[in-house]
């Protein structure tokens, strides 16, 4: 079993929709929720982070995450075309003061096509 | 933020050479990272090198496969060594920057196309 399961779709929808995307994972010593995008060619970049549980929320973006479930989301409000891209969740652990750290463990990644 | 560049961006090679990736950062970093991304694959992270110690590897990557040099606080080289098809991948390079808090936030290069024919 992945430590993080993460459904790679692809996911496709009109614009305007709402989108979930969503892993799981099971590493109980992950503190820190990560949600990368990654467009064609390009390298991962961060849209958001989570320590342990709770939502953040961020323009059209709100992530959430539940570790008694082990399970984390992200969800995209009035999806435009240029949300269209890969988007991998990341997860890592925290020292006892909460500093972030280890390495990064990576889902899969889900393909995101927003259409006009 | 860090702004990360990699040489070459894309390279198709033959079966049995090597082929050395380099990468660039615009600020010191003590830690930079080497991930693969195979095709529908998730990032894999092949090893962490730290400026001045042997670079680190994970489960299932060998230094005399991939072979990473670290000679300052803003290069790293990974080289991929006796190719074969299995090795064509994209290969990312990464470092970690200290922001302000407790969340050191991972920043990643365009990445490297290999394909091996």
């Known amino acids: 079993q992945k430590e993080v399961e993460q459904d790679p779709g692809p996911l496709s929808v009109p614009e305007g929709a709402i989108v979930s995307l969503n892993c799981t994972y099971s590493?109980?010593?992950?503190?820190?929720f990560m949600w990368y995008r990654q467009y064609s060619r390009k390298g991962p970049e961060l849209l958001m982070y989570?320590?342990?549980?709770g939502n953040k929320e961020d323009g059209r973006f709100t992530a959430q995450v539940d570790k008694s479930s082990k399970y984390i989301s992200l969800f995209i409000r009035d999806s435009q075309p240029s949300d269209s891209a890969t988007y991998l969740c990341?997860?890592?652990?925290?020292?006892?003061?909460?500093?972030?750290?280890?390495?990064?463990?990576f889902g899969q990644g889900t393909i995101l096509t927003v259409h006009p | 933020s860090a702004v990360i560049s990699q040489k070459p961006s894309r390279d198709i090679c033959q079966r049995g050479t090597s082929l050395t990736i380099q990468c660039q950062v615009d600020?010191?970093?003590?830690?930079m990272f080497w991930y693969r991304q195979q095709p529908g694959q998730s990032l894999t992270l092949i090893a962490t090198?730290?400026?001045?110690?042997?670079?680190?590897?994970e489960s299932g990557f060998v230094i005399d496969k991939f072979p990473i040099s670290r000679p300052n606080l803003t290069f790293s080289t990974l080289t991929v060594s006796n190719m074969s098809p299995e090795d064509s991948s994209i290969y990312l390079c990464?470092?970690?920057?200290?922001?302000?808090?407790?969340?050191?936030?991972?920043?990643f290069g365009p990445g490297t196309r290999l394909t091996v024919l």
């Open positions: 990464s470092v970690e920057d200290f922001l302000a808090g407790d969340y050191n936030e991972q920043f």
């Open positions: 990341a997860m890592k652990g925290a020292r006892a003061g909460g500093t972030s750290y280890g390495k990064l463990t």
């Open positions: 600020s010191q970093v003590t830690m």
């Open positions: 090198a730290n400026q001045g110690s042997e670079a680190t590897y």
């Open positions: 989570t320590y342990s549980s």
């Open positions: 590493n109980s010593a992950f503190q820190y």
